[in-house]
């Protein structure tokens, strides 16, 4: 019986030495394990089933193939076969040993393996290798029918050497999983945040997902949409699917939330390819998802994503319809003055290539755009990059590749950025993490620059030798978004009640209304975006009550800031005042600057909107100067506002002017702050 088994086995090496011992899953083969041999075949079988029904289900023939390599596992083809299916799985990093065995079994196999090779070596990081191996399959790659297969290995090729230099120049970040509360064993993918990242919402696939159904054509759990808050200690609370009406039984994907998180985008799967929705917080309860119109859905094409500006009055999204550059491209639409989105425009050639771009996400500075893309300097699928948009010469800026570790040759797509510029959240299929893909926070450390050496130090390197080695200091400040982010609460002056009120951003140079927002009408929370570089005039209205204003002059070297104010409305009272923050004059004088017009034209409305109110206008200044002059200014300027308001139509008898000099300050006069808030005009109410 040993003399049989060894002239078998003998039979089996001489029969196959020739193709390096490639071993075929022929009974003759497997003589002396006819069982083992059956079940293999069985498990073949199987796994073939899934197997040639497409890409999207390979995962499912991992199990049947992996069972019949344990029998035999010197199948070139069935090495083959479990590679490709790892490449087309969230495990893609196992590919590798199978498809190098592939091709060391049979060195005539199928040319198409060293393709697959080549993706391995390239997900890998070995750029020389894996350009070696698709040159391979070049020939046939030349010789197929299809264009795309071609122009696919050239790309996949171009990749490889633009990893080779990106990978030289790392960036220095930390990368972190976001921990238990957000990620599962299954796929978390696609998360955005506020802009003070308060709030993070994103999508995945779970079975507990609404309807609990299986996608027939993806096989994978239908997508809904999951949110979660930030606690106190800077942890992220348990992540809760947000329910109906946000999410249906069809796949529902988030994708652009606003800076203050109280309006959000979404991808919903009904019929035909999907469309983009819009949901708007109100209170606690979010609304009911409305289509955002047909100048950005289509009906026979792919609106996967979208994300806002920071004022709201511009959407950025990707779709597939014809006339663009590529496959997916960028476009951007604005809100015309019924609040409908208008007809959209291609970002151009700057930005969009022939390839796909997808994941697009504007900064809340307002023009630093994140996308990715499978073209530019990508180093394998998808790449985060960033392009800036020069106001002078209207133009988007060449894309950026932001960088290795962040960006890999694997697809990395949808990344939001905080509004400092300090930490990122993306989507990775990490081995090392909890599921099939996580969600991970990135911490942008700055550029490495020597450590400052005191006098004592120098002296030492001066005796001993010259100091050559860069001594990388453990943190480096990061060049922030010069932007400002001001964030708060409305209420009641008296009751202390939460209010939802409208919040009015107007470019006071330009006397222009920019952009308006809600605070909470539950909680009073309001947040916006205020990009460095204007002069801001802030209106916060409410019926019933007394508009508040507030001023910000944000100079274009401005560094990122964060500033929360707390607002309290007045009703309208016999005895209530309030500072018009945004009354300017000219120094030392009582002229009324341009930047005053907006302000002046909400104090005429409410005069117009309340026809028996009475007020006095007052003026104030600091205490620099003689108290004579420091009078007679005030006065001067409280009656130039009266002026003001009776050229536009006011009665006079409704308007009484007073000068308080520097009688009566508010904050301290010793300070440049303190004289500043002294300095100022307010308005009292006389009669109702």
Not at 237 to 253: E, F, I
Not at 257 to 262: C, E, K, R, V
Not at 622 to 647: C, F, H, I, M, W
Request: hydrophobic share 35%.
């Amino acid at each position: 019986m040993m003399i049989k088994k060894y002239i078998t086995l003998m039979f089996v090496f001489i029969s196959f030495g020739m193709n390096a011992q490639n071993v075929e899953f022929d009974k003759a083969n497997f003589k002396d394990d006819k069982e083992g041999f059956k079940k293999a075949k069985k498990n073949i079988k199987e796994g073939d089933e899934f197997y040639l029904k497409g890409a999207l289900f390979y995962k499912s023939a991992i199990p049947f193939f992996e069972k019949a390599n344990e029998f035999n596992p010197n199948s070139a083809d069935l090495n083959m076969k479990l590679g490709e299916c790892y490449l087309a799985s969230s495990s893609k990093f196992k590919a590798l040993p199978y498809l190098k065995k592939a091709v060391k079994l049979n060195s005539s196999i199928d040319p198409v393996a060293y393709y697959f090779l080549g993706q391995a070596l390239h997900l890998d990081k070995q750029f020389d290798k894996a350009i070696t191996a698709y040159s391979k399959y070049q020939a046939s790659a030349m010789s197929n029918p299809n264009p795309m297969v071609l122009q696919d290995l050239k790309m996949r090729m171009q990749h490889c050497t633009n990893g080779k230099e990106i990978v030289k120049n790392p960036i220095r970040v930390f990368i972190d999983n976001l921990g238990e509360n957000i990620n599962t064993k299954y796929n978390e993918y696609a998360a955005v945040i506020s802009a003070d990242e308060s709030v993070l919402v994103f999508t995945a696939r779970r079975p507990n997902s609404t309807g609990g159904n299986i996608d027939p054509m993806l096989n994978e759990n239908f997508e809904d949409i999951y949110i979660s808050e930030k606690k106190a200690d800077g942890s992220w609370s348990l992540s809760m699917n947000m329910g109906d009406p946000v999410n249906t039984k069809d796949h529902d994907a988030n994708s652009g939330l606003s800076a203050d998180g109280q309006r959000f985008l979404i991808y919903m799967g009904k019929k035909g390819f999907g469309d983009l929705f819009e949901c708007i917080l109100e209170g606690n309860v979010w609304g009911k998802p409305e289509s955002l119109g047909k100048n950005i859905n289509t009906k026979d094409y792919h609106e996967p994503s979208a994300c806002y500006s920071p004022d709201g009055n511009s959407l950025y999204f990707v779709t597939d319809k014809p006339g663009g550059f590529g496959d997916h491209d960028i476009y951007i639409s604005h809100k015309d003055e019924k609040g409908k989105w208008g007809v959209a425009e291609n970002l151009g050639a700057a930005i969009n290539t022939k390839y796909d771009e997808d994941g697009v996400y504007m900064h809340p500075d307002g023009k630093t755009l994140y996308f990715s893309s499978q073209g530019h300097s990508s180093m394998g699928g998808f790449d985060i990059f960033k392009s800036v948009y020069d106001e002078e010469l209207n133009a988007w800026g060449t894309p950026v590749n932001i960088g290795y570790p962040v960006n890999t040759p694997e697809d990395d797509a949808f990344f939001v950025i905080s509004a400092s510029g300090r930490h990122g959240y993306y989507t990775s299929a990490s081995p090392d993490g909890l599921g099939l893909r996580d969600l991970y926070v990135v911490t942008f450390l700055g550029e490495e620059k020597p450590m400052v050496l005191n006098n004592e130090d120098n002296l030492m390197a001066s005796i001993a030798a010259p100091v050559k080695d860069v001594v990388v200091a453990p943190l480096v400040v990061v060049k922030e978004a010069q932007l400002t982010i001001l964030k708060g609460v409305i209420s009641d002056y008296l009751t202390k009640d939460f209010l939802g009120a409208e919040i009015e951003i107007v470019d006071n140079e330009a006397n222009k209304v920019i952009a308006t927002f809600k605070s909470n009408s539950k909680t009073g929370k309001f947040l916006v975006s205020l990009p460095a570089g204007k002069n801001y005039g802030i209106a916060v209205k409410k019926e019933n009550y007394l508009f508040h204003s507030e001023n910000f002059d944000i100079p274009k070297t401005s560094a990122f800031q964060t500033v929360e104010k707390n607002i309290e409305l007045k009703n309208l009272a016999v005895g209530n005042k309030i500072i018009l923050k945004n009354i300017f004059f000219d120094l030392d004088k009582a002229t009324l600057r341009p930047e005053s017009t907006a302000e002046l034209n909400r104090l005429i409305k409410l005069m117009n909107d309340v026809p028996t109110l009475k007020i006095e206008l007052g003026g104030h200044t600091d205490s620099q100067g003689s108290e004579p002059y420091n009078q007679s200014l005030s006065e001067r300027r409280a009656k130039a506002v009266v002026d003001y308001v009776t050229k536009a139509g006011i009665s006079g008898s409704r308007l009484v002017s007073a000068g308080y000099g520097e009688v009566e300050p508010i904050a301290t006069n010793e300070t440049k702050e303190g004289r500043q808030l002294n300095r100022r005009t307010e308005f009292k109410i006389l009669a109702l």
